[in-house]
Nanobody
Framework: QVQLVESGGGLVQPGGSLTLSCGAS???????????LGWYRQAPGKQRDLVAT???????NYADSVTGRFTISRDNAKKTVYLQMNRLKPEDTAVYYC???????????WGQGIPVTVSS
């Protein structure tokens, strides 16, 4: 069974940086490399929104609100996807979820989520 586990969240001051990681289990590296990977976030009282995605070819897509500040990357050998977050703002506060989806699928696997709080 595929499992995704996020790590690296926590409390950070405005303007600071954090790197989130999401490791996959229940699949080998070759299978992992096929997946489109993504990070989503859900703030209190709001819907879950896309933050960034990376395809199996390395193509990336970002929400307008994080473009230029966040970077998504993947290491297929480690079966891990990362989200480097710089110049964090209080409005980035949310629970962050990683997602792994086959290119032909409309749904995928979700991690359990990890909170990120940006506050002074």
């Amino acid at each position: 069974q595929v499992q995704l586990v996020e790590s690296g969240g926590g409390l950070v001051q405005p303007g600071g940086s954090l790197t989130l990681s999401c490791g996959a289990s229940g699949m080998n590296s070759l299978t992992f490399s096929i997946y489109t990977l993504g990070w989503y976030r859900q703030a209190p009282g709001k819907q879950r929104d896309l933050v960034a995605t990376i395809t199996n070819r390395g193509g990336t897509n970002y929400a307008d609100s994080v473009t230029g500040r966040f970077t998504i990357s993947r290491d297929n050998a480690k079966k891990t996807v990362y989200l480097q977050m710089n110049r964090l703002k209080p409005e980035d506060t949310a629970v962050y979820y990683c997602n792994a989806r086959l290119p032909s699928a409309t749904t995928g696997h979700w991690g359990q989520g990890i909170p990120v709080t940006v506050s002074s």
